[in-house]
């Protein structure tokens, strides 16, 4: 049976099950995230991290979590608090539903009923997805709107132009995809990766992906609508108690989602690493739920990673480099994706592919070699310009207090 008629076979109950089974999922991951990032960030800074609630710090998320719900709930008295109420409620509830088209497993079995841990197989499942992280934007915005201050607004304004930036180059980066596995399903993706997985078959996408993930998210070193340099906290700076806190969740949640994404139109989804496929059958196919689960992790310690090591970028260097080198790499990618998958299908000779493909690589390079020479030359002018200026420099008149030299190089006497 194929997964789309094993989740249409499901009873209500089953769904139910499964739906709160992806919930506590994804809160437990969230604790364990808050923990492992703070615990990797101490040791690449050389200091310990958590390490007093719980063993190794292991209850040290909870424990915020619950200060976070005690703590006084305040609304700016300028703010419009309905408004101020429901965004972080639409950040939180939003990234959640990303995960009912993500396949977590297999073909399992569950209280004795064969399913697949995913709610529903759509044919557009990866649009809706995307769809969905576009309406969680919306609590952002509104919450930097809604609070009634200026450093809360830009934050808002600037994350709506993140995403509006850096979401147009990851749905460029899903196209070659689309074109090579030909469904939008997410079921259908994952099964037409059993023997190549399209991290290496479309590295490039993969490569603008993973960039466009970490801007989509609002994180280092792209985290500019939460600058606390220039914006104090961004959006959420007026908020308090549980509200902030729903904030906190959505954030890492949504991180969570974008790379079980990942890990579903790339690495394979569920299924195993070559040459360990015979493992996708222990624990009656549960087990590929670990292989997802570690995949998705990898994602999150490369987050992790990046936080620690990189400075955050200028915003006008942030904008810049997703109008005009992402998105067009994006646009030339899906042309000579298109091509390609055109020729190997209408049985042109491989000499013919790999010729094609070797031009556009030629191609590429020359185009990069002729802007690094343009760039070279637009510095050196930049250069000769600052070091002659092209306004008159006056001559320094000589004081009456000058010392005197005489030829032989020693100092005469004051005049």
Known sequence: MTTAELIGADSGGII???????????????????WGERRIVGRMQERPGPNRVGPFGLIQALADGVKLALKEDLIPAAADKVVFVLAPIISATTCFMSFAVIPITGEVTLFGHKTAMQLTD????VLYVLAIASVGVYGIVLAGWSSGSTYPLLGGLRSSAQVISYEVAMGLSL???FIYAGSMSTSDIVAAQSTWWYG????????????????ETNRAPFDLAEAEGELVGGF?????????????????????????LATT????????????????????????A???FLKVLSFFFVFVWLRGTLPRLRYDQFMQFGWKILIPVSILWVLVVATLRLMSLQGAPRTVVVGFASFVVLLVMAINLGFDNAKKKKLQALEVEVSTPSFAVPTIP????TINVSKNGKGGDHV
């Open 16 to 34: 139910v099950i499964k739906a709160l089974l992806v919930f506590i999922f994804c809160v437990l991951l969230t604790l364990m995230s808050v």
């Open 122 to 125: 759509l044919p557009v499942g």
């Open 175 to 177: 196209v070659a995809v």
């Open 200 to 215: 290496v078959v479309l590295f490039p996408s993969f490569a603008i992906y993973a960039i466009s993930m970490v801007g």
């Open 236 to 260: 959420h700076t007026e908020y308090s108690s549980l509200k902030f806190a729903l904030f906190f969740l959505a954030e890492y949640v949504n991180i969570i989602a974008v790379s079980a």
């Open 265 to 288: 139109l790339f690495l394979g989804g569920y299924h195993a690493p070559p040459g360990l496929g015979f493992t996708e059958s222990w624990l009656g196919g549960w087990f590929t």
């Open 290 to 292: 670990i292989w997802f």
């Open 398 to 401: 000589m004081s009456i207090s």
